[in-house]
Nanobody, 123 residues
């Protein structure tokens, strides 16, 4: 059974940085796309970024381009989200997710989800 476990969230001031980690276990992920999503209070879960396990191709939502970087360490089965220049509007619960669909940003396409990690950015 596939499992995803996120860590690295916390409280940070605006302009600060955090690095989220997502450790995957249970099967081979070489054909998967791994995504980061976030959900703020009262809002729908939204796509943030994704990366292909196989070739490292990445894609970002416009609001985080130039500030966030998604990466993976295949040997550690871990995906990272480096978040710099954080803004109060980045405050949300961040989720890691996996899908066998290549390069999708649709929440419904992701079949495995982590438990989430809270990121709070103070102004």
């Amino acid at each position: 059974q596939v499992q995803l476990v996120e860590s690295g969230g916390g409280l940070v001031q605006a302009g600060g940085s955090l690095r989220l980690s997502c450790v995957a276990s249970g099967r081979t992920f070489s054909s998967y796309t791994m995504g980061w999503f976030r959900q703020a209070p009262g809002k729908e879960r939204e796509f943030v970024a994704h990366i292909s396990w196989s070739d490292g191709s990445t894609y970002y939502v416009d609001s985080v381009k130039g500030r966030f970087t998604i990466s993976r360490d295949n040997a550690k089965n871990t995906v990272y989200l480096q978040m710099n220049s954080l803004k109060p509007e980045d405050t949300a619960v961040y989720y890691c997710a996996a899908t066998g669909v290549r390069f999708t940003i649709m929440t419904s396409s992701y079949h495995t989800w982590g438990q989430g990690t809270q990121v709070t950015v103070s102004s």
